[in-house]
């Protein structure tokens, strides 16, 4: 079973940055890819970045150019450097774990997420 644990969220002044950091447990097999979502109230889930075990990464339109995915396999972390910030980037961000790899277009990974964390809210004033 992958366990996913995320961290960093909290309060930002727009164009600030943040680092999200997602700590990882359990089975290597499970974590092919693994991809940052996001969530906002009244609003459905969106996928923001993937990355997979190559390394191949995927953003959304929305965050390109302002936010780098990268991992350290040696750590078990993935992480989310969060730069310019905007008000809009307020919400919950979720860490998921898919069992296969590969990447697609529009932050995401190949397939849907077979694991999730808690997640961690960030919210960016204005």
């Known amino acids: 079973q992958v366990q996913l644990v995320e961290s960093g969220g909290g309060p930002v002044q727009a164009g600030g940055s943040l680092r999200l950091s997602c700590a990882a447990s359990?089975?290597?097999?499970?974590?092919?890819?693994m991809g940052w979502f996001r969530q906002s109230p009244g609003k459905e889930r969106e996928a923001v970045a993937a990355i997979d075990k190559d390394g191949s990464t995927s953003y959304a339109e929305s965050i390109k150019g302002r936010f780098t995915v990268s991992q350290d396999n040696a750590k078990n972390t993935l992480y989310l450097q969060m730069n310019s910030l905007k008000p809009e980037d307020t919400a919950m961000y979720y860490c998921?774990?898919?069992?296969?790899?590969?990447?697609?277009?529009?932050?995401?990974?190949?397939?849907?997420?077979?694991?999730w964390g808690q997640g961690t809210q960030v919210t960016v004033s204005s």
């Open positions: 359990g089975p290597r097999w499970g974590r092919n890819c």
């Open positions: 998921a774990a898919m069992l296969f790899a590969g990447v697609r277009t529009g932050g995401q990974c190949a397939t849907s997420p077979d694991y």
